[in-house]
């Protein structure tokens, strides 16, 4: 059973913290994505990786970074978290673009 | 860029009614099209996707989407709805020219009245 797992399904992070989301993913896919999903606006990128080191931008990358130092993790790295940074961020990994992209459960992530 | 609209937020069906999502997208080629669901507290799982060949495709749980390069649509349906599909719908679209990167719709919520 393919699977991508991130760390955490909650979290609570006070304004200002240094926050790491990570996934990690069991399938050997080149690629992987981080996608922020709101209310009535759906899944937003925020970055993806197509390689290890390699990463690009997505729609949202403002305030946020990544890392991708071996294959199966990538991680997402809030510098200064703030409260419009409040939001469910989901990971996904997938191998080409006719295939299907597969998602881990969601970080529901709270900044107070 | 392609882009991808869902132009109903929420919807409602009585159970055992018909269904259809709708959906349309704007590129200038054919894109790869797929419909995922996310039930409450879950991820998304993909219900079927069109990428060439027969514009009507089958899909897991009973649903199916019909791609219209006319209408630049790739609606959902079901001819029967069970209370069990009550989850989040998200259209997304993937362009050749983006490689591997997929864009996605706002979501269609439904609810399935008993």
């Known amino acids: 059973d393919v699977k991508v797992t991130q760390s955490s399904r909650y979290l609570v992070k006070r304004t200002g913290e240094k926050v790491f989301l990570e996934c990690v993913q069991d399938?050997?896919?080149?690629?992987m994505f981080w996608y922020r999903q709101d209310p009535g606006l759906g899944l937003r990128l925020i970055y993806f990786?197509?390689?290890?080191?390699?990463?690009e931008k997505g729609d949202i990358p403002e305030g946020y970074s990544v890392s991708r130092e071996k294959k199966e993790r990538f991680s997402l790295i809030l510098e200064s978290a703030s409260t419009n940074q409040t939001s469910m961020y989901l990971c996904a990994s997938r191998e080409g673009p006719i295939l299907e992209a597969f998602f881990g459960q969601g970080t529901r992530l709270t900044v107070v | 860029a392609q882009s991808v609209t869902q132009p109903d937020i929420h919807i409602t069906v009585s159970e055992g009614a018909s269904l259809e999502l709708r959906c349309n997208y704007s590129?200038?080629?054919?894109?790869?099209l797929f419909w995922y669901v996310q039930s409450p507290g879950q991820g998304l799982q993909l219900l079927l996707k069109y990428f060439s060949g027969d514009t009507l495709v089958q899909g897991i749980k009973g649903f199916e989407a019909e791609f219209k390069r006319s209408q630049s649509s790739f609606n959902l349906r079901k001819p029967s709805v069970h209370w069990s599909d009550a989850a989040e719908y998200f259209c997304a679209v993937g362009a050749p020219s983006a490689g591997n990167m997929l864009t996605f719709g706002g979501g269609t919520r439904l609810m399935v009245k008993p």
């Open positions: 990786s197509y390689d290890v080191k390699m990463k």
């Open positions: 399938m050997d896919h080149e690629n």
């Open positions: 590129y200038g080629a054919t894109p790869y």
